[in-house]
């Protein structure tokens, strides 16, 4: 069964310290990585894409990272800001016939505090 | 305004009970997509359609009825509510090119909490 696993699942840092999640996956086949981040109450917002060819994307403080060959994945948060606290979801698109199905991991909660 | 909304934004009902949960896109996406999302699992699948009037199961379809008679909507009916249905549902849309390995986006909506008693 294609799965998407994510560690930790929770995790407190104080503000302006940096982070690092992780996602491991099994999807096959793969098309492309994805890293959202959800506020409560809210639904999920894209950060990054990468597809299979690409190692690393950053988005202002947000940088993800792809090794394909050990199917791991990384989301490195630089300089937390409070409004950083969310839950960060690693998705992972599956090929199919009709387009791409997205696997969600169950994601990490992050809490950054003053 | 544009985007993707759902509505409504809270719902209780009782078990046994008929509701359906709306989804609206303004960007003409071909791909439309519903999630429920629990406590200590990722999104999980209902449904998905790739076009108006082409639907298909996802990985909890259980319980579950969608229909798509227009591109810009894709309500969720649940036939007859149980408790373990209580859960928060996403509505997403994407437009994704079949073949060309383009990595296209997807928008989820802000979510309807369910509530089934």
Redesign the interface.
């Known amino acids: 069964k294609n799965q998407v696993e994510q560690s930790p699942q929770s995790l407190i840092i104080l503000e302006g310290k940096n982070c690092t999640l992780q996602c491991n996956y099994t999807v096959s086949p793969f098309s492309n990585l994805r890293w959202y981040k959800q506020d409560t109450g809210r639904g999920p917002v894209s950060l990054t894409i990468m597809t299979f060819s690409e190692n690393t994307k950053s988005n202002g403080r947000y940088t993800a990272t792809l090794d394909a060959d050990t199917k791991q994945s990384s989301l490195h948060i630089t300089a937390s800001q409070l409004s950083d606290s969310a839950s960060y979801i690693c998705v992972v698109s599956e090929t199919m016939e009709y387009g791409n199905k997205l696997v969600f991991g169950a994601g990490t909660i992050l809490r950054v505090k003053s | 305004d544009a985007g993707i909304t759902q509505s409504p934004r809270y719902k209780i009902t009782e078990t046994g009970r008929q509701v359906t949960l709306m989804c609206h896109q303004t960007w003409s996406h071909s791909?439309m997509?519903w999630?429920r999302q629990d406590l200590?699992?990722?999104?999980?699948?209902i449904y998905?359609s790739?076009a108006a009037d082409i639907t298909?199961k996802g990985e909890v379809s259980d319980g579950y009825v969608v229909s798509r008679s227009k591109t810009e909507n894709f309500p969720l009916t649940l036939e007859s509510a149980t408790r373990s249905q209580t859960s928060v549902y996403?509505c997403?849309s994407s437009e994704?090119y079949?073949g060309q390995?383009m990595?296209t986006?997807?928008f989820?909506?802000?979510?309807t909490r369910l509530t089934v008693v």
């Open positions: 791909y997509f999630y200590g699992h990722g999104l999980r699948l998905y790739a298909d996403f997403a994704t079949r390995g990595n986006e997807a989820f909506g802000q979510g």
